[in-house]
């Protein structure tokens, strides 16, 4: 059985830099085979002339990365990839996707889930997305901006230089307010260091909440955003059949709030850690290490949603405890 191929989605605003990044990433001496599939309506194609305008054009450039270009949906360039992998034609151990400016970028990540052939094949990684510091003011009141923010499980922020100490700290802690798992980096004219995009383990099963949830506290201040983070914690041991009653029915009427969400919990009488993951409606969970002796129990789950009924999840999560 072959391994996964893990793939990074890259997202972003217009004009934040996504394909400078990408040409850094294609052009720079890594010694990675990397495969891109980037779609036509990205701000400038990294090589248009050379693709012409097949639905799906693909070329080997010269330090062994793979570029391709679409013009149809992901699932069918997905099993090109794999058809042309299999048959000895490219070579390519990672695969980086980038989605478009306004799109969002549920529908390619739940590709990953929906399809068992391309789950065997390919691995989720993570969701990068690139904040343009100059403008994110702006763009920040269009819906599908703060949501390409939810979604992530990396922030880059671009063009810091552009604004003073000041507005770059206002914008990192609404950044927070929105999404409070995905960690701030800054990326500087398309060059960062590749650890930062690459084996991110965003939607790993395991009990890592997230990079920058203990690290950043929030201000308290009212979010003027439709997104935001909402964190449940309890020190209480839950029940297990009360716990998935409360899921299930917080999936079923909130579901397509839920952009991401992920707990790491003490179940009564366990001694292993319960973790669980999802995007929207879908979700998976598994028994994770035992605590370790003299550590605190304590339940942590992490929701980034749109509009969610705060203080109605919060009361239906109190009565989750194992009484």
Request: with cysteine; hydrophobic share 45%; charged share 25%.
């Amino acid at each position: 059985m072959s391994v996964p191929i893990p793939v990074t989605v890259l997202s972003g605003f217009l004009g934040a830099g996504k394909t400078t990044l990408l040409r850094h990433l294609l052009k720079a001496e890594h010694g990675l085979k990397i495969a891109v599939i980037e779609n036509e309506f990205s701000d400038a194609g990294i090589d248009t002339q050379l693709l012409g305008a097949e639905p799906v054009q693909v070329m080997t450039l010269s330090n062994g990365c793979v570029c391709c270009t679409i013009h149809t949906d992901l699932s069918k360039a997905l099993y090109l990839l794999l058809e042309r992998l299999d048959s000895g034609e490219i070579a390519f151990d990672r695969l980086v996707i980038e989605c478009t400016g306004l799109a969002d970028p549920a529908p390619v990540a739940q590709t990953f889930f929906i399809d068992e052939e391309l789950r065997e094949r390919y691995l989720l990684d993570g969701i990068i997305t690139l904040v343009d510091a100059a403008h994110a003011e702006h763009h920040l009141t269009q819906a599908i901006a703060q949501a390409q923010i939810g979604f992530a499980d990396r922030l880059l922020v671009s063009k810091r230089d552009l604004v003073d100490e000041a507005t770059f700290i206002a914008l990192s802690e609404r950044l927070s307010r929105i999404n409070r798992r995905a960690p701030i980096r800054i990326v500087e004219h398309g060059t960062i260091d590749l650890a930062e995009l690459l084996d991110v383990r965003g939607f790993n099963l395991n009990a890592d909440l997230g990079g920058g949830l203990s690290l950043r506290p929030v201000g308290k201040g009212a979010s003027i955003d439709r997104i935001s983070s909402l964190v449940l914690r309890t020190a209480e041991p839950l029940d297990i059949d009360k716990l998935s009653a409360f899921m299930n029915a917080l999936l079923e009427e909130h579901g397509k709030q839920l952009l991401r969400y992920k707990g790491v919990l003490n179940i009564a009488g366990e001694p292993r850690r319960l973790v669980f993951q999802g995007v929207l409606k879908l979700y998976g969970f598994d028994w994770d290490s035992e605590w370790e002796e003299g550590a605190t129990r304590e339940s942590v789950i992490v929701f980034i949603a749109d509009d969610l009924p705060e203080e109605k999840i919060r009361a239906g999560f109190a009565k989750v405890a194992a009484a």
